[in-house]
């Protein structure tokens, strides 16, 4: 079943997406060399817990933090630690999910440590323009998946232009989301479009490409949650909430 949302409650997922949008950018303001991700985690927390609104993931399925904060090779889910410290030249991607008046947000974004190297910011850019192409995609009475035909066909573009091949995570995706934070339908990255269900107005979707520098095999460690990549490739996420709506696309999660 997919959840549709009145106006009003797009309304009411919006404000949480403002709080979500908050709390990473006060994340990307501090990361540096020699911050931990544990620090990092606290400003979201207490970001978010001063807009009056939970965090997301915090005791999801027993997730012990306000974020997840997945460094070079991590592609999701990484916990954070205050023996992750940041250094120069480190690419992490920051995911983020707030509550507010029972309404979900959750977005992402890969941040450089430092100055980062073309390949990293390539792969950052990569992924940054899939995802902002499945967001173009995002139309009522279209299908789901012309949105993961469209992040995959913007990866190809990127491949050109950089000439070099990225891996697209696979076993992992975008999502409904509402009053839970994981919901149907479950959105790929890649596939041909015109299948899946109809978009219709009132449904919200996070969308999330996950891009690496090499191939798509990923493992996840013995702490039950961090994903890594099998070839130590490194790996970018970026992620919005968006509803559809008559006149197209609503990023919930924007600034």
Not at 129 to 147: C, F, P, Q, Y
Not at 228 to 250: C, K, L, N
Request: proline share 5%; aromatic share 4%; hydrophobic share 40%.
């Amino acid at each position: 079943m997919i959840e549709l949302k009145a106006p009003a409650e797009l309304e009411a997922m919006r404000a949480a997406g403002l709080v979500v949008a908050a709390a990473l950018a006060g994340v990307v303001e501090a990361v540096r060399a020699g911050v931990s991700t544990a620090e990092l985690d606290e400003i979201a927390e207490q970001t978010i817990r001063d807009a009056g609104a939970v965090p997301s993931f915090k005791g999801y399925h027993g997730f012990p933090a306000s974020i997840c904060a997945s460094v070079n090779q991590q592609i999701v889910h990484g916990i954070p630690s205050p023996t992750q410290v940041l250094a120069d030249g480190d690419l992490i991607s920051v995911d983020c999910g707030a509550i507010l008046d029972g309404w979900h947000g959750d977005s992402a974004v890969t941040v450089s440590v430092g100055e980062p190297s073309p390949t990293d910011k390539a792969l950052s850019e990569a992924t940054r323009s899939a995802m902002l192409a499945g967001i173009e995609a995002v139309r009522a009475d279209g299908r789901l998946t012309d949105i993961s035909h469209a992040v995959e066909t913007a990866v190809h573009e990127s491949e050109r232009s950089d000439q070099r091949r990225y891996g697209i995570i696979r076993e992992y995706g975008g999502h409904g989301i509402g009053r839970a934070m994981h919901m149907e339908p479950f959105l790929p990255n890649y596939g041909k479009p015109g299948k899946g269900p109809r978009l219709r107005v009132g449904m919200a979707i996070a969308i999330e490409p996950m891009l690496t520098l090499g191939g798509e095999k990923t493992l996840e460690l013995d702490d039950g949650w961090t994903v890594i990549t099998v070839d130590g490739s490194r790996a970018a996420h970026w992620e919005h909430t968006v509803a559809v709506t008559e006149d197209g696309p609503w990023v919930l999660t924007a600034p």
